[in-house]
Every structure is written in structure tokens, then in C-alpha cells.
């Protein structure tokens, strides 16, 4: 197994990813970074540089479990100190897993501002995966506006609350049109194709508020694979994607070469204000220089307040047969979590069992390994909340609280999370991408309604689920996943929606604490961790 060493710089740096001059974070310069490339088993050493000057930040690595380096997870307030302008820290950590994976700033909203990028880890030489190809690309798609990281999460602060507007692009590989561009400007290619030959894209969702749609005129997709999972292919013409979720598809380079063919992702979910991403996917025979862009209309976006089809592809899903992990039968521990958007202290923010999540000065990696009892709220959370006398479909009465709890799972146990919607106070209702740090789930099955224990348990999908690391939470809905509570850490699980997780949207877990290494000092020196040796 190689070790791959990178060197970032962080920094500001104006950009005009879609025709609007902005500051960016950028690594080396990059917006979003460059794509980091392994092979399992391999180590990944990133030494980070903060030359942000003023502003704080930490890197998260999407879908790497970070079993046996907890401490290198990137999460700011769990799991380490943030960096602080002009200091450097090193992540280092084991690829253990071929797939698709993603990383992005995990230090208050900062994801926001495009510090982020994709992470591709190979099988080694000799290993065949369940399909072939002739050649890969990656896809990723987020979504960006004319606004600051501040200007966001002020706003959501204030009271009343400032709900950061639509985005004014959706980007494809960093690139994208607001309306800001003259329709003259030109369009990025996404890859030029040779006729007949397949092509694997890795395609992946780090937008900070919008679900997508990705289409490709012309041409269906087969699914292979999903957070790092070989998935049943199966086929699709539109692909949704949440925010944290990864995909690869096949996609056959089989229509008329004479012409190219539009790329399109788009908002759905939520009322379409945002124009579409757009990028050229590029025939060319030979050493031809790729044709000109396509000059017919742009594929028609499905209707975005139509969540059928979107249920549809969850449902479908499931582990492919030769590579599935089978689920244990029985979870240890069923937790019922309800999701609520609450009128806290005065201000607008988002609870689970209502408790709004907000982190502790001192990480909970360094407190609980090191007993330092102050840092964090001790008394856990609910395991659920009132599930017979609670309406899902009237507004929240009861108030939460903001606090730092953890739930405390024991080590080895298996544990269900069952995620139930609820009508917001306006009356709305939305989808929530719901990730997990250091693990995958099986995903169990969605279901409309209020979830019933007795009644939806038994209807569990055992036979075939898939691992994921995000799930969607579909309105009015719940959905329900199982893991192993054996990696030894402190994880956050929480809506990769970045406003959603700024207003508290996510919850805790430790597992086998006592049972990590020596914690690194350079993940220390904030709140009450100051001086530890
Ligand atoms: Cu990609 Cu905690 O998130
Ligand atoms: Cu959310």
C-alpha cells in the first residue's frame, strides 16, 4: 500500500465560477480542490495550511469511516480543535474501501464558500469489480450564490430569521451560469466521448441546500454503485442526488456522434428560482476535434415538487448480490428521531427529540476520552420522542432546548435510527440528506406518514439492503437505517443541509471512547482542552 502526501494552502481568493466575481476558498489556488485519487488500502496524508487570515477552518473526509483515526474525521467541535489562521494540521488516515467519496470544510458554514472536492479510491490491480468500462470521469455538482459564508449564517442567526435565498447557479465541476453570464459565454465539456465506448462517472452532491437532478440528453444511466457500495444496476434517465451522496453510472456513448449533448443538473424539491447547470457532453471520433455545442433545446427538468420519481430510485436501491453486507437481524437499540423546526430562545432553529444540536467549545473526542465532565451536556437526549400522542402533520408546540448532548451507544451494538418528518411551523415540509460520520448504514426502508413501530419493523428490507453513509428524509415521511456501533469515536449524524445543520439539525453518537489511542495534541488547544498534555 502507497502513502499519498498533499500539502493545501487554504485560502481566499476571488473567483467568478459562474460569471459573478466572489471570494472563494480555495486549495492551491482550486475551487472547488482537486480530486484526491487512491487505492484501498492505501494511507492518505493531507497537510493543511490555513492562510485564511482570519477565519478558522477543519476538512472533513466524506465516507472514509476513519476506523482507528477518529481523530482525523475533520469535524470541528467533535472531533477536533479548528485550525486556526496560520497554523497547519495533518490528516492522515487509511482509504479502507474502494468507491466515490467526498471532502469539504466541516467549520461552521464554510462549506458554503467552496472548499471541497471529491476523493477516488480504486480497487487494487487485479481485483474486477461487478461491471466494466472503458474510461472514467468525475462529476461534482454543488450549488452557489453571490453571498459570504456570513451573510448566510447572520442571517439565520437573526431574529427574525434571514433564510438564505436560492442559489444563483448550480456548478458542474466547478463551473456554472448565473445570470450574471451572457448567453454567448461558453460551456464547460464534461468529457468528450468515443463512439461506442462506456463510461464510468463518479458523480457526487456536496450543494450546501439543494437536492438535484443530473441528465444527460439523450442517454440513460445504469447505477453501479452508491456511497462506496456496488449497488443491483439498474437504469435510470434521471439521477437524483442529495447533498453527501455519491453515485457511479454507466453511461454508453451511443447516439448519433455527429452531435453533442447537454449535461443538466437541477434544483428539485424546492421551487425553482436557480438556472440550470449546464455542461457539453462531447462526441468525437478518433482524434476529430469534439463537435460543436448541441443547439436543440435543453433536456426538460422533471417537475420539482413531483417526489415520486424520487422515492422510486431510493427504493431502488438495494446491494448488489454478489457484494452485499448482510445486515444483523435484530437491532440492540431503536432510536425514533423526530425532526422539528422550533422556536428556541428566540430564534428559528432545528431540533431532534428537541434538542437543538449546537458544539461545544472543548471537541467531545477530547472531553470524553479525557473525562472532562463540564464541556458537554450530560444528560443524554431521548431515545425517542412521544410517537402515539405526537401530530407529525401540525406545527411543533412544545419548545426545545440548544444543547450539546451525546447519545452513548454501547461499543458493538447494533442500533437503529428511525428519522421521522414533521410539518415545519409555516406549514412546509422538505427533504433532509441525513449523513453519518465513521460508519455505513443499511438502509432499512422509507415509508409515508408517521412511523409505527409495531406495525413497520416487521417490513424492514433484511433481505437485500444497501450500505450508505446519507439518506434522504422525504416529507411527511420517515426513513429508517441500522449500524454497528463498533468504531471506536465520537461521529456526528446530522442533515448535510448546511443552513439545517448551522440551526442544530443533528445529534451525536460515542461509542467505545476508552478504547481509542492517545489522542494527538494537534486536535487540542481550544475550550477546555488548553494545555492537556
Ligand atoms: Cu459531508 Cu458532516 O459531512
Ligand atoms: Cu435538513
Not at 456513448?253 to 457532453?281: C, E, F, M
Request: aromatic fraction near 10%; glycine fraction near 8%; charge should be neutral.
Amino acid at each position: 500500500a502507497k502513502v499519498h502526501h498533499h500539502t493545501w494552502d487554504i485560502e481566499y481568493q476571488y473567483k467568478s465560477l459562474d460569471c459573478f466575481r466572489k471570494l472563494a476558498v480555495t486549495i492551491n489556488g482550486e475551487a472547488p480542490g482537486p480530486t484526491i485519487r487512491a487505492t484501498r488500502g492505501d494511507t492518505v496524508v493531507v497537510t493543511v495550511r490555513n492562510n485564511l487570515g482570519t477565519e478558522n477552518t477543519g476538512i472533513h473526509w466524506h465516507g472514509i469511516r476513519q476506523i482507528g483515526s477518529p481523530w482525523a474525521d475533520g469535524t470541528v467541535g467533535v472531533t477536533q480543535c479548528p485550525i486556526l489562521p496560520g497554523e497547519t494540521f495533518t490528516y492522515r488516515f487509511v482509504v479502507d474501501r474502494a468507491g466515490t467519496y467526498l471532502y469539504h470544510a466541516h467549520y461552521g458554514m464554510q462549506r458554503v464558500a467552496g472548499l471541497d472536492g471529491m476523493i477516488v479510491v480504486s480497487e487494487p490491480d487485479g481485483v474486477v469489480e461487478p461491471f466494466a468500462y472503458d474510461q472514467e470521469h468525475t462529476v461534482l455538482l454543488m450549488d452557489w450564490w453571490n453571498t459570504s459564508v456570513y451573510e448566510q449564517a447572520v442571517g439565520l442567526a437573526s431574529d427574525p430569521l434571514v433564510f438564505v435565498t436560492e442559489p444563483q447557479s448550480l456548478l458542474i465541476n466547478g463551473r456554472g451560469r448565473s445570470n450574471y453570464c451572457s448567453p454567448a459565454a461558453p460551456l464547460p465539456t464534461l468529457f468528450t466521448a468515443a463512439p461506442g465506448k462506456t463510461y464510468r462517472l463518479r458523480i457526487g452532491s456536496l450543494t450546501s441546500l439543494s437536492s438535484l437532478s443530473f441528465q444527460i440528453e439523450g442517454h440513460s444511466m445504469t447505477v453501479v454503485e452508491a456511497d462506496g457500495h456496488y449497488v443491483k444496476p439498474f437504469v435510470v434517465r434521471t439521477l437524483f442526488l442529495y447533498s453527501g451522496e455519491t453515485y457511479s453510472v454507466l453511461l454508453k456513448a451511443d447516439q448519433d456522434p455527429s452531435r453533442n449533448y447537454w449535461a443538466a443538473s437541477n434544483v428539485v424539491g424546492r421551487k425553482r428560482q436557480t438556472p440550470s447547470g449546464l455542461a457539453i457532453l462531447s462526441y468525437a471520433a478518433g482524434n476529430d476535434p469534439p463537435r460543436a455545442p448541441p443547439t436543440e433545446q435543453q433536456p426538460v427538468p422533471p417537475a420539482w415538487d413531483d417526489v415520486a420519481p424520487r422515492k422510486e430510485q431510493s427504493r431502488a436501491i438495494v446491494a448488489h448480490p454478489d457484494h452485499a453486507v448482510p445486515a444483523p437481524p435484530a437491532a440492540d437499540r431503536t432510536l425514533l428521531l423526530l425532526n422539528t423546526q422550533n422556536r428556541i430562545d428566540n430564534h428559528l432553529r432545528w431540533a431532534i427529540n428537541g434538542v437543538s444540536l449546537r458544539f461545544p467549545a472543548t471537541p467531545y473526542l477530547v472531553s470524553m476520552k479525557r473525562g472532562l465532565r463540564g464541556a458537554y451536556e450530560q444528560r443524554p437526549p431521548a431515545d425517542a420522542y412521544d410517537y402515539r400522542g405526537y401530530d407529525i402533520s401540525s406545527p411543533p408546540t412544545a419548545n426545545g432546548t440548544v444543547a450539546s448532548a451525546v447519545y452513548r451507544l454501547a461499543l458493538g451494538s447494533v442500533v437503529d435510527v428511525v428519522l421521522q418528518n414533521a410539518a415545519m411551523p409555516n406549514g412546509k415540509n422538505e427533504t433532509h440528506p441525513w449523513h453519518l460520520h465513521g460508519h455505513d448504514f443499511w438502509v432499512l426502508g422509507y415509508g409515508d406518514g408517521k412511523f409505527d413501530p409495531e406495525r413497520d419493523t416487521g417490513r424492514f428490507n433484511l433481505r437485500d439492503p444497501v450500505m450508505k453513509n446519507t439518506v434522504p428524509l422525504y416529507p411527511m415521511g420517515w426513513t429508517a437505517v441500522r449500524f454497528v456501533a463498533d468504531n471506536p469515536g465520537v461521529w456526528l449524524f446530522h442533515c448535510h443541509i448546511e443552513a439545517h445543520v448551522y440551526m442544530g439539525m443533528g445529534v451525536v453518537f460515542e461509542e467505545g471512547v476508552d478504547r481509542v489511542a492517545r489522542l494527538p495534541t494537534s486536535i487540542m488547544g481550544c475550550g477546555r482542552s488548553r494545555g492537556l498534555p
